[in-house]
């Protein structure tokens, strides 16, 4: 699978009320910046393809079930189809600034995810 394969699903997320659409339109409540239901900013546009990513290959589709060993985990898949660093770091600021504006909506147990965690999570799972 290439990176092209990866972002099929995208188009469906700008196009209504979509089963994919669900996690991304969880935490948006505003009706002015969006594109049908997608927050406007580079943040979420972040936020919203791994969302796709996410539910796509774990089937959440909720916030309150997300743990952070789904982001890992999607990251190191994405870092091994070829996504450079400095993507995969835009990935996990784009989660920080949405738990940022919408904590409320993520599980209390839910650890806001870092590039060192990230780091540390890739060396104790055998990536580094």
Same mark, same amino acid.
């Given at each position: 699978m290439n990176k092209t394969d990866l972002f099929e699903g995208l188009s469906d997320i700008y $196009?209504?009320?979509s089963r994919l659409n669900k996690m991304m339109c969880e935490f948006n409540d505003e009706t002015n910046n969006q594109y049908d239901g997608i927050r406007a900013g580079?943040?979420?546009?972040? $936020?919203?393809? *791994?969302?796709i990513y996410v539910l796509n290959k774990y089937d959440i589709t909720t916030l309150?079930? *997300?743990?952070?060993?789904?982001l890992y985990e999607m990251l190191e898949y994405m870092r091994l189809?070829? $996504?450079k660093e400095s993507t995969l770091k835009s990935y996990i600021t784009g989660v920080r600034c949405?738990?940022?504006?919408?904590?409320? *909506?993520f599980s209390d147990k839910f650890i806001l995810p870092t590039n060192?965690?990230?780091?540390?999570?890739?060396?104790?799972?055998?990536h580094v």
């Open positions: $196009f209504g009320k580079v943040y979420y546009s972040q $936020f919203s393809r *791994l969302s309150e079930v *997300l743990k952070t060993s789904h189809q070829g $996504f949405v738990y940022k504006e919408k904590s409320h *909506l060192n965690e990230y780091k540390k999570y890739r060396q104790e799972n055998g």
